[in-house]
């Protein structure tokens, strides 16, 4: 992932250039910063008040492009519009303020999105044993009579 800069009225605005299987997409990261704060070989924002933020910003869009991008190869998903999404996604997850995510914090929601994902990669017997886990984990839930997040899992 190459990050690319338009200047506007001062600002620079910082895009995604994704190359990967032979497809190249070009997206808005959404980010800003002022004109001749961003060192393109670095890809990081220097000399900024507020730096540190920015670039834990960018980094964080890394990662999460790269994890949708090998999960897109796994699950054999591979086209433009698919990697555009994936990032817009991404996009909105990480700079819009009323974007909740809130199921992905919980762990039934992430156990049944792992089983599916799952499903044509794993042996039928770990698949069973997935299952296994799942419903017992909806049990005790019910039993529990609350949800269990990410957050609780150790408490």
């Known amino acids: 992932m190459k990050t690319r800069i338009r200047k506007k009225s001062g600002k620079q605005y910082l895009y995604a250039d994704i190359s990967f299987s032979g497809f190249r997409v070009?997206?808005?990261?959404?980010?800003?910063v002022h004109s001749g704060r961003f060192n393109q070989k670095t890809e990081q924002v220097e000399n900024c008040s507020d730096d540190v933020e920015i670039n834990e910003l960018i980094n964080r869009f890394k990662i999460e492009i790269q994890r949708a991008l090998r999960q897109l190869q796994l699950d054999n998903d591979i086209s433009t519009h698919s990697?555009?999404?994936?990032?817009?996604l991404i996009k909105s997850r990480?700079?819009?303020?009323?974007?909740s995510d809130d199921d992905k914090t919980y762990l039934l929601p992430y156990a049944q999105r792992h089983i599916l994902r799952?499903?044509?990669?794993?042996?039928?017997?770990?698949?069973?044993?997935?299952?296994?886990c799942y419903k017992h984990l909806t049990a005790f839930e019910r039993t529990l009579k609350k949800r269990i997040s990410f957050d609780c899992v150790n408490h």
């Open 26 to 32: 070009k997206s808005s990261l959404g980010i800003s």
């Open 83 to 88: 990697v555009k999404r994936e990032v817009e």
């Open 94 to 99: 990480l700079t819009d303020p009323k974007h």
């Open 118 to 132: 799952s499903t044509n990669v794993k042996k039928p017997n770990t698949i069973k044993q997935y299952r296994t």
